[in-house]
């Protein structure tokens, strides 16, 4: 479940609460963001960094992931680069301090920043997440599905799942709905074929946590209960 949707303003929840009402659902997995106000990496010390891997465990919470969600154009643009690299950077040392999770991007057209990127990745034993379309053919780099950019490139996820294969690290559960992301589970709207993505899943092999990507939701919580129905076998 990605957290940070859940967090803020909009939706009175302050990050306890969120990982509270997560864990009474009975979901075991949590997806932070590296731009998340309260979680940024240059925010948490290692004491922080301790509390957080803690308060998880009381919830009988697992870390799924993290998200850095630099935009791309940034990582090769010279007048963006040295700090948009340093965000991803500062996001790899983070998810290896919080057990070697996944970290989740965009490195499309990135070139030799996107190879240093994964060498820094490769160096902390942790594993680059890439969702970008076309599928990353750079060497030790993991692959992100992310089925609302399946649709906006033209491409059916489950297919993208079977060509990522081995590869595939990070699977997201969402839709695009009247051209919008959105919770999966609408007979009306929906474009996700959520039967024949759940089974491209398991002929492939993946049996990490799918994550419940409820960004851009309207009525996160709401979408959240339905993605679940609509994803637990009847």
């Known amino acids: 479940m990605t957290l940070a ?6 939706s009175g929840d302050s990050i306890k609460s969120a990982l509270d009402r997560i864990a009474a659902i009975r979901l075991r997995h949590v997806q932070i963001a590296s731009t998340m106000p309260g979680l ?8 922080a960094r301790r509390d957080l891997a803690a308060s998880l465990r009381r919830r ?11 935009p791309h154009e940034h990582l090769v ?9 340093t965000a991803v950077r500062q996001a790899i040392v983070l998810a290896a301090d919080l057990g070697r999770v996944p970290v989740s991007l965009i490195l499309h057209g990135a070139g030799d920043v996107a190879a240093a990127i994964v060498a820094e990745a490769q160096r902390h034993g942790v594993e680059i997440a890439d969702h970008s379309l076309p599928l990353s053919t750079l060497a030790g780099t993991g692959i992100g599905i992310d089925p ?5 490139h033209a491409h059916d996820p489950a297919k993208v799942v079977h060509e990522a294969a081995d590869r ?4 997201r559960l969402v839709d695009l709905r009247s051209g919008m992301r959105g919770p999966v589970g609408s007979a009306h709207d929906g474009r996700l074929d959520v039967a024949q993505y759940k089974v491209a ?3 492939n092999g993946f049996r990490r ?3 419940i990507d409820a960004r851009q939701w309207a009525e996160p919580w709401r979408g959240i209960q339905q993605s679940i129905e609509a994803w637990s076998p009847v």
Do not use: K, M, Q
């Not at 949707?5 to 909009?10: E, K, R, W």
């Not at 940024?40 to 004491?47: G, I, N, S």
């Not at 609302?148 to 906006?152: A, D, E, L, N, R």
């Open 5 to 10: 949707p859940l967090v803020g303003d909009a």
């Open 40 to 47: 940024r990496p240059r925010e948490l010390d290692r004491t």
């Open 60 to 70: 009988e919470l697992a870390l799924s992931g993290i998200d850095a969600w630099i």
């Open 77 to 85: 643009d010279a007048r963006h680069a040295d700090r948009a690299v």
């Open 148 to 152: 609302v950019i399946c649709f906006s």
């Open 168 to 171: 595939l690290v990070c699977a």
């Open 201 to 203: 899943l398991s002929v």
């Open 209 to 211: 946590p799918v994550v």
